[in-house]
Structure formats: C-alpha cells, structure tokens
C-alpha cells in the first residue's frame, strides 16, 4: 500500500496541455511508463508530452446509469529539475462526456494489490471512476465504497474522438 502511495507523488508532466480533439487519438506517452527513474516510470526530468488529440481533465462525477462523466479541462506543470511530479488543476468549466462505447479502454492505477489495471468502460472502468469521483457504491449514491484503489486524484489522460466521446481514459499519477 506504501509503495503505491509513493507511486502518487512522482509523475512528471508537461506544462502546455492543451491539445485538441481530432479524432486521431492515440496512446499517451504519459500512460505509458518506461522501467527507468522512480519504480513509476518515471526519471527525474522526464515530463513526457501528451499525444496528440489527447488532453487532461478532472473527473467531478459519474451519473447516470453510469454513462455520464462531468468533468472540467485541467493543466498539469511539471518541474523538471524537482522530485515533486506532477501537479494538476481544473481549468475549464464543468462539461459532460460519455464513452465512445462499452469497450472504450480506461487504463487506472491499482485494483488491489495487483498493481496498474486496463479495463474497459463496461467491465469495471467508469465502476472504478465512480468509485473514486463519488466514493459511493454503484447501487446507491448513499452507500459507502471502498475507495483503498483510488491513487489518483480524479485527473484522466483522455482522448475525444470527433463526436465528442472519450475513445480512451487513462487514470494520472500526481502530487
């Protein structure tokens, strides 16, 4: 639990952030960790760039019949010469996506004790994110759940396809 603790405070990321949409998504190199630097994947100095049609945001909810994810656009700034990481802040106003399908691919930082988990939107993926964002459980918005796998702090690498859906969701270390 301690190590995946620590695994929070070290991620480095760029300051400019602001990638549009293009529908060409693909894989992030922030999602993406080397076996380098700190156990996370991460070098002092390395502030890897979003890919493009990738952006960042803040989860502040899930709601719905868990299709409907309310979010705000974030920045993230990274000091390279520093072991702080990465650090995040919601930017934009509040705005609703939902997935592009139940197979879109959310990638998050730890499921129990086995460590970083790719899932989908339909089989525990937007679970997870409620769980975190709400930190109720899905049955009811008043029974609480166990939050023990949320290590991020609600901030997603996404990419937005050209109707506006999240095509992929990729959970973000930060400080």
């Known amino acids: 639990m301690l190590g995946c603790a620590a695994l929070t405070l070290t991620a480095c990321q760029p300051t400019d952030t602001t990638a549009e949409a293009d529908g060409t998504a693909s894989p992030s190199a922030s999602a993406s960790p080397t076996a380098k630097g700190d156990g996370a994947g991460h070098a002092k100095g390395d502030c890897p760039t979003l890919a493009k049609g990738h952006k960042v945001v803040l989860v502040e909810s899930v709601s719905g019949a868990m299709n409907t994810l309310t979010t705000k656009d974030a920045t993230m700034a990274c000091d390279p010469s520093s072991d702080e990481g990465a650090s995040y802040r919601a930017t934009g106003k509040e ?30 993926g937007i679970e997870h994110i409620r769980t975190c964002v709400n930190g109720t459980a899905q049955d009811t918005a008043t029974a609480k759940a166990d939050t023990g796998d949320c290590y991020g702090e609600n901030f997603f690498d996404v990419a937005v396809n050209g109707a506006g859906k999240f095509t992929e969701m990729t959970e973000l270390y930060g400080s």
């Not at 399908?101 to 339909?122: E, Q, R």
């Open 95 to 124: 705005r609703e996506y939902t997935v592009a399908s139940g197979d879109t691919p959310i990638t998050v930082l730890h499921v129990k004790d086995k460590g970083p988990a790719k899932m989908t939107a339909a089989n525990g």
